[in-house]
């Protein structure tokens, strides 16, 4: 079995803010994209293009409609990867070493060449962040894009993780969560982030930061029990200037 690091020199991850996620799937799609031109076997699929495709995604974004306790309901994104766990079940379940966290940035990775394709850490990560490769029979997972951020051949706007660079909501930020100062760890201590699932016990690195709450119109009920908007008031009790001349001509047909 593999054992994990006591400590790691830094805690690099993902904060996704559910507020602003819209669901286009861009993080998905160039997550796709990148790691099957890029580290480690391609991500394969299996009939693409008939009655039942399926294929192998590091990064999938799942939508729920949920019910606040005030208010209307609400549809809320929620993409899913690894959350590269403090202490990783993934890791220690692994028979041949395949699975390791790094002790520099605490990244959780695969050594594809000593996979055997088991499936233990697949079964042993309650998040379900892993996904067997049909057509490599090795196990893949969400690397942070390590070949882009320590790629000194990239601009520096670049050394992110696709997914990231990608998001046009801007619902997605990567960095250091072991340094309380860097923006990642201030933007979770400001919006509350929170852990995923932490009755595990696994102390994801990710978080994921709430939605906020909705502004609410005041609003009077009718007889029927519905709500109507409040009546908004005139700006100009008679119409003055070209408007007022077009009202009167009107008013003469």
């Avoid at 102390?203 to 029990?225: E, F, I, S, W």
Wanted: a negative charge.
């Amino acid at each position: 079995m593999t054992t994990l690091p006591d400590k790691t020199d830094r805690k690099l991850g993902l904060v996704i803010d559910l507020d602003t996620c819209v669901g286009c799937h861009a993080c998905v799609i160039s997550c796709k994209g990148w790691n099957t031109e890029n580290y480690g076997a391609p991500l394969s699929d299996q009939d693409p293009y008939g009655a039942d495709p399926t294929g192998t995604f590091l990064n999938r974004v799942h939508s729920y409609e949920v019910q606040p306790d005030q208010g209307a309901a609400q549809l809320i994104h929620f993409p899913k990867s690894c959350l590269h766990c403090e202490d990783a079940p993934c890791v220690t379940v692994c028979p041949t070493g395949a699975s390791y966290k790094r002790t520099e940035d605490g990244i959780v990775l695969v050594n594809e060449t000593d996979c055997i394709g088991c499936g233990l850490c697949a079964w042993a990560c309650p998040y379900g962040a892993r996904e067997m490769d049909l057509a490599e029979g090795v196990m893949k997972k969400c690397t942070l894009c390590v070949d882009r951020i320590y790629n000194e051949n990239l601009p520096e706007e670049d050394r992110e993780p696709a997914c990231v660079r990608t998001c046009p909501a801007g619902a997605r930020h990567f960095g250091d969560l072991g340094d309380p100062d860097s923006d990642v760890s201030q933007l979770v201590a400001e919006r509350g982030g929170m852990d995923l699932m932490p009755e595990q016990g696994t102390k994801p690195v990710n978080k994921y930061l709430p939605p906020r709450p909705k502004d609410q119109m005041n609003t009077a009920p009718t007889q029927d029990g519905t709500a109507t908007p409040p009546m908004l008031k005139p700006i100009a009790q008679e119409a003055k200037g070209f408007i007022g001349w077009l009202d009167k001509a009107l008013e003469k047909l």
